[in-house]
């Protein structure tokens, strides 16, 4: 079971990384409900060292699973 979590996460901050790289922003939609905005419009910039970090730690992640057991006893 951790061996599928951790690479689940690893693939998770790679896809992440591979997506904050190939975006200037992100805009979130403003919520409304019944006519008002209830949470405004949000732009998300990611920083220029935001991609590499996570394609980064999501390689040594999954790299990590590998190294992992088949079967942990308890």
Do not use: N
Request: aromatic share 10%; proline share 8%; charged share 20%.
């Amino acid at each position: 079971m951790w061996r599928s979590f951790f690479l689940a996460m690893g693939v998770f901050s790679l896809l992440l990384g591979a997506e904050c790289l190939a975006i200037e922003q992100a805009t979130i939609k403003p919520r409304m409900h019944g006519g008002q905005v209830v949470r405004p419009e949000k732009v998300v910039q990611p920083p220029d060292w935001a991609p590499w970090s996570l394609m980064a730690g999501g390689a040594v992640i999954v790299l990590y699973t590998f190294t992992l057991p088949k079967r942990v006893k308890d």
